[in-house]
């Protein structure tokens, strides 16, 4: 779950990272009113759930209240990457002298956390790592002992940040580490951390994202999901507990299992089609989960058959057959049907929906290949 940039900052000043004075609008004269309190130039932010704001001209500056309230208003028009805006942060100005970088992620592959600056700070991180990962300085933070003061002194050498500052960035960079692991995120990132002509440090954005398997820990955090920014399917798949991706194919998928998912959405693939989703129902599914899904599946309107890969283990193959049934009773649709089920009760599974006249398949290729023939 990503949280917009006033959430992830309200966390980061909790931890001691200094942020701009500020406050969130959803309409245009709030954003005035919030600009007259500043009483100083102030910046006009969209917060929208996705990155690159600045360069889609979701951030302005705005030298009065009058200014402030006609950039909102601008603003809050807009929609940025296919995201309407519907809130802005105001926030009071800052001159900046130089921008940084600093994001903690998780290293997979070490089983570590890891520290990452860099000076090309502002843009779009994605884009250093791609053209000049060598300007990305990382550190590797060992869970035990979490960031060392050396480790977060070494980054301010490396980063070339002024002798005076030094102190300051690594109680930054503490309080950046502390608030990643306590909210059990998967990434929290200042981009950029402002030089400020007045040689102070200071969060000019911020970006955490938590967790989702974690989030049961944090009810306070859960609270501040923006459902606003959830698509309808988004929403109706995180009640019903299924991991869901829509994609912009025309078969839908459905399979117990993410990694069977993803060997499904290859075998659709490598027979010439594309897959309309990712779509794990998840062990044990029932009947109720399983008509979810299929709810799911069938309200995007581009698909035009649907593919059920299914591995009886934890799940029963009768079960997920009678789901399947139940839930087409009440769906009524044309879109074809193409089911493959495998192992526990497999059998019994592929008599209730063959009788439910539904084209089935003994191996995963035939299922592949007639949901290709099937949504041509
Ligand atoms: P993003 O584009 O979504 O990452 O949004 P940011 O909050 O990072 O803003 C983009 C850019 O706008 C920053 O890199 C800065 O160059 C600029 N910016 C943001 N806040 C201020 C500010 O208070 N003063 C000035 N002068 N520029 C700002
Ligand atoms: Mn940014």
Not at 21 to 31: C, H, L, Q, R, T
Not at 144 to 169: C, N, P, S, T, Y
Not at 235 to 248: F, I
Request: proline share 3%; glycine share 10%.
């Amino acid at each position: 779950m990503k949280l917009h940039e006033y959430q992830s900052k309200a966390i980061f000043a909790k931890y001691g990272i200094p942020i701009p004075k500020g406050s969130v609008a959803e309409n245009a004269p709030d954003a005035r009113q919030i600009a007259a309190q500043i009483g100083k130039k102030v910046v006009i932010k969209a917060q929208v759930l996705v990155g690159g704001r600045g360069k889609a001209g979701g951030v302005k500056l705005a030298s009065s209240p009058n200014e402030a309230e006609e950039v909102a208003e601008q603003i809050l028009a807009m929609t940025i990457k296919g995201l309407p805006v519907r809130k802005v942060l105001v926030d009071e100005a800052i001159n900046i002298a130089r921008e940084i970088y600093l994001g903690i992620v998780v290293d997979r592959a070490a089983r570590r956390a890891t520290m990452m600056a860099a000076s090309a700070g502002g843009g779009e991180i994605e884009e250093v790592a791609r053209t000049t990962p060598e300007k990305i300085i990382r550190v590797s933070i060992d869970p035990a002992f979490g960031l060392q003061e050396f480790q977060a002194r070494e980054l301010a050498f490396e980063m070339g940040i002024d002798k005076a500052l030094v102190r300051d960035f690594t109680a930054i960079a503490t309080g950046l580490y502390r608030a990643f692991v306590d909210t059990d995120a998967s990434l929290a990132e200042i981009n950029p951390l402002v030089v400020t002509s007045e040689k102070q440090l200071i969060a000019a954005d911020g970006k955490i994202v938590l967790d989702d398997n974690a989030l049961y820990r944090h009810t306070d955090l859960e609270q501040l999901r923006d459902i606003d920014e959830e698509t309808l399917s988004e929403k109706q798949a995180r009640k019903a507990g299924l991991s869901y991706v829509k994609l912009d194919g025309n078969i839908g998928c459905m399979v117990n299992g993410a990694g069977l998912a993803m060997a499904t959405m290859d075998v659709i693939k490598f027979y010439g089609g594309e897959p309309a989703n990712f779509l794990d129902i998840g062990g044990g599914a029932k009947a109720d989960k399983v008509k979810a899904a299929l709810d799911i599946i069938l309200s995007d309107s581009n698909v035009r058959a649907v593919l059920f890969n299914i591995f009886g283990g934890i799940t029963r193959g009768d079960e997920v057959a009678r789901g399947i049934v139940d839930g087409l009773k009440e769906i009524k649709t044309q879109v074809p049907m193409i089911v493959r089920i495998v192992g526990t009760n497999a059998e019994e599974g592929r008599r209730i929906l063959a009788d439910a006249q539904m084209i089935t398949a003994e191996t995963l290729e035939e299922g592949a290949q007639k949901a290709v023939a099937a949504a041509k």
